[in-house]
DNA sequence: GGAATAGTGTCTATTAGACAGTATCCA
DNA sequence: TGGATACTGTCTAATAGACACTATTCC
């Protein structure tokens, strides 16, 4: 069936159709960046960005759409996704009624180029452009869940390589709370929690190495610990 | 158009339908219950209780579809709802495709009575029956979510009368927390957070009478502090 | 005065947050 | 040895949590 026709007939049905977009963030150059790709939907949509996503078939959930969008339109696989919010005003889409399960995802930074292809660009989300339907707004609600996050969990393991050094978690942690943050009560606060374990290797550079640290668990965890450190 | 007909087209159509499904709970007789209304869907669902929901309509978003069905099968107005979770996996109605966008909706103790029809029914979550589609599992969901809320914010406003006392408002977190809080620490705590005020009446009954409180806000406020006093 | 529930204060242990100097590597 | 960044510990103030008695009303 063509485009048009369904639409037509959805028109017709008075009804709202489900799909999935998926904000995929990682850190890149210090800051927070959203892959995006092009989308070109005349007459409302024209050479735009957009988050990838699209819709939900027949025999799978929102959760695996998601996943499928996103390996089909940046070329990666084993990302997981996390549900963020259901956006649903009935003009977020010009051309017809649609509603958006929208998905969260992080990629470490040591991955990033690997989902990259020839269309998708990484954007950092102060200079976003434009954005097709309501992604702009869609974007924003995810980077407040994130730094929502990371205050009470693991999440940010996934932004971060399988090993990495306190200095480069701590800076994570000071990109997405937008405040430097102490370094001696930093690690000891995290090394209470017991999230991450030292594993037997520094990380060599041109000056002191520093000590290697893995997560201690690929899920995630709840800590009861607030990281409102100044 | 005939159900059966439109059931027709979107099976054709291989897609998801977007509703709605709305999560009622109030506490009656100390234990938290939720609201059902009576479904009956041949072949798959008959004689059943389930959550109040249905379809979003052409021009509503998911949001005004989940208080507008709530004011049709509750027969009530001016509640609010906040959304939950939204529910997809393929098999959750088993007559056709459809996604449910569930929302959790908080009601005073003193109000219950109010939404009341003839058809639905308050019932206490420990003793649900079989419910239709996968609407145990969302009880289930919105349960964690209301417990996981209470220990950061003040949504339990919407629980208790306009005026009450603090012993009440422990009792509502006590009934949620399942365990006993320290009285001492409970006051000391509530009364710091600046969340309620005093009201110059107190409650009598046939002991000594105790002072009556009111939330200083009706919107959603977040509290730093976390309730885990035993 | 007895029953029933409202209301109150202190002490201790833990945690949060401020703060500055030493250690280790490389060039 | 100088540059650069990793790493470490203490003090203080605030908070969490344990704990028991007095106050007020009604009957």
């Given at each position: 069936?063509?485009?048009?026709?369904?639409?037509?007939?959805?028109?017709?049905?008075?009804?709202?159709?489900?799909?999935?977009?998926?904000?995929?963030?990682?850190?890149?150059?210090?800051?927070?960046?959203?892959?995006?790709?092009?989308?070109?939907?005349?007459?409302?949509?024209?050479?735009?960005?957009?988050?990838?996503?699209?819709?939900?078939?027949?025999?799978?959930?929102?959760?695996?759409?998601?996943?499928?969008?996103?390996a089909e339109?940046?070329?990666?696989?084993?990302?997981?996704?996390?549900?963020?919010?259901?956006?649903?005003?009935?003009?977020?889409?010009?051309?017809?009624?649609?509603?958006?399960?929208?998905?969260?995802?992080?990629?470490?930074?040591?991955?990033?180029?690997?989902?990259?292809?020839?269309?998708?660009?990484?954007?950092?989300?102060?200079?976003?452009?434009?954005?097709?339907?309501?992604?702009?707004?869609?974007?924003?609600?995810?980077?407040?869940?994130?730094?929502?996050?990371?205050?009470?969990?693991?999440?940010?393991?996934?932004?971060?390589?399988?090993?990495?050094?306190?200095?480069?978690?701590?800076?994570?942690y000071e990109?997405l709370l937008?405040?430097?943050?102490?370094?001696?009560?930093?690690?000891?606060?995290?090394?209470?929690?017991?999230?991450?374990?030292?594993?037997?290797?520094?990380?060599?550079?041109?000056?002191?190495?520093?000590?290697?640290?893995?997560?201690?668990?690929?899920?995630?965890?709840?800590?009861?610990?607030?990281?409102?450190?100044?």
């Amino acid at each position: 069936m063509k485009e048009e026709e369904f639409r037509k007939i959805v028109k017709e049905l008075r009804i709202a159709i489900a799909a999935v977009d998926v904000v995929v963030f990682s850190i890149i150059n210090n800051t927070i960046h959203v892959f995006l790709t092009p989308i070109h939907r005349p007459p409302h949509y024209m050479n735009m960005f957009g988050l990838p996503g699209g819709v939900i078939l027949e025999n799978e959930s929102a959760d695996d759409a998601a996943v499928r969008h996103l390996a089909e339109k940046a070329n990666t696989k084993g990302v997981s996704v996390d549900q963020l919010y259901t956006f649903s005003y009935p003009d977020r889409d010009k051309r017809s009624r649609s509603i958006s399960i929208a998905y969260l995802a992080l990629l470490p930074s040591d991955k990033y180029k690997n989902i990259q292809n020839d269309n998708g660009v990484w954007v950092s989300v102060d200079k976003l452009p434009t954005l097709a339907y309501d992604h702009s707004h869609i974007i924003k609600v995810a980077i407040e869940r994130l730094r929502g996050k990371i205050v009470y969990s693991n999440v940010v393991k996934d932004l971060l390589p399988a090993q990495f050094t306190l200095p480069e978690l701590q800076r994570v942690y000071e990109i997405l709370l937008e405040r430097p943050l102490d370094k001696r009560n930093f690690r000891k606060k995290f090394l209470t929690t017991k999230l991450i374990k030292k594993v037997s290797d520094v990380k060599k550079t041109s000056h002191r190495p520093a000590q290697l640290y893995t997560f201690s668990s690929k899920k995630l965890e709840i800590i009861p610990e607030v990281w409102a450190a100044l």
